[in-house]
């Protein structure tokens, strides 16, 4: 936990309520630049909502510019955050000064007036105890005292971990990386709707992502030869993959015959595989005279 992000949030962040609960819990977490990794779980949890609330909440944070999400690309596929410590009230500042809703202003004059730099630990700031180096202990209980990283301490399993422990050996494949997928989805197929990326890690569609990328690193040709065998090889194999699809005139809608693609209708197994053997190809017409 970063007690100056921490004091940031509390000062500065244009959110209240569940936003702002949500905002302190991934604070909660995070080192001296806002980044965070923890599971949405894990945050559920510390905001006494269910997981699905989480994810919308998240994705408002994301959406009012004071938090950044970047799904799958955390340690072991997990989910990482980053505050946006430059931007946190941006919105607020716009329109009616800080002073009016934030409550925690009422810091002793000396200290305000001071010369204190941006992000130091004010002692007498009201989240703090008398004496205290950090903020009451009751909401750090999982931490080991003298924990350096509580992010590190936390981390549950990712969602790559959870749905695919039954493919393969444990660490036989790279984890699944989706933000970088989705990312080549978007590229390839801007036409197509694209996911919310707040809501992404908990979804059907994340969970048949994973397993359509193990199965290219652990599929075989007819050769016998591997469709990818190393994580950079299967992520220019599903940059193919998403190009392929985007010729399509019948996937992207184009034919007006069909408009029901998107990123979870091409990773479920049989329309991958059906993609993968061309069976949404465009067919040439046959000229007659």
């Known amino acids: 936990m970063s007690i100056a992000v921490m004091k940031r949030v509390w000062e500065q962040s244009q959110h209240s309520g569940a936003h ?56 072991r596929g997990a989910n990482l955050y980053r505050i946006l410590l430059d931007r946190l009230g941006a919105r607020r500042n716009a329109g009616a000064p800080l002073q009016s809703s934030a409550p925690l202003n009422r810091v002793a004059p000396s200290q305000s007036t001071a010369g204190v730099q941006p992000g130091a630990v004010l002692q007498s700031s009201a989240p703090l105890q008398p004496g205290a180096r950090a903020p009451a202990l009751e909401c750090t209980n999982p931490l080991q005292p003298g924990a350096d990283k509580p992010s590190l301490n936390r981390q549950e399993p990712s969602i790559e971990e959870s749905v695919d422990s039954s493919v393969g050996a444990a660490g036989a494949t790279p984890s699944c990386p989706h933000g970088e997928l989705l990312d080549l989805y978007a590229k390839h197929l801007p036409m197509l709707p694209q996911p919310r990326r707040g809501l992404w890690a908990n979804s059907t569609a994340a969970r048949e992502m994973t397993a359509r990328w193990r199965q290219m690193l652990t599929a075989k040709k007819d050769d016998g030869a591997p469709y990818a065998s190393t994580k950079a090889e299967a992520i220019e194999w599903f940059d193919s993959f998403f190009a392929h699809a985007a010729k399509s005139d019948f996937l992207t809608g184009r034919n007006g015959k069909w408009s029901g693609c998107d990123i979870g209708w091409l990773m479920r197994s049989g329309n991958f595989n059906k993609v993968v053997a061309g069976n949404y190809d465009n067919r040439v017409a046959e000229v007659t005279r």
Request: neutral net charge.
């Open 20 to 75: 702002l609960l949500m905002m302190l819990a991934i604070a909660d977490f995070a080192d001296d630049q806002g980044r965070a990794y923890p599971a949405v779980g894990t945050l559920a949890g510390k905001c006494r909502v269910k997981p699905r609330a989480a994810n919308y909440t998240i994705a408002d944070l994301r959406d009012s510019g004071e938090l950044e999400v970047k799904v799958g690309c955390g340690p």
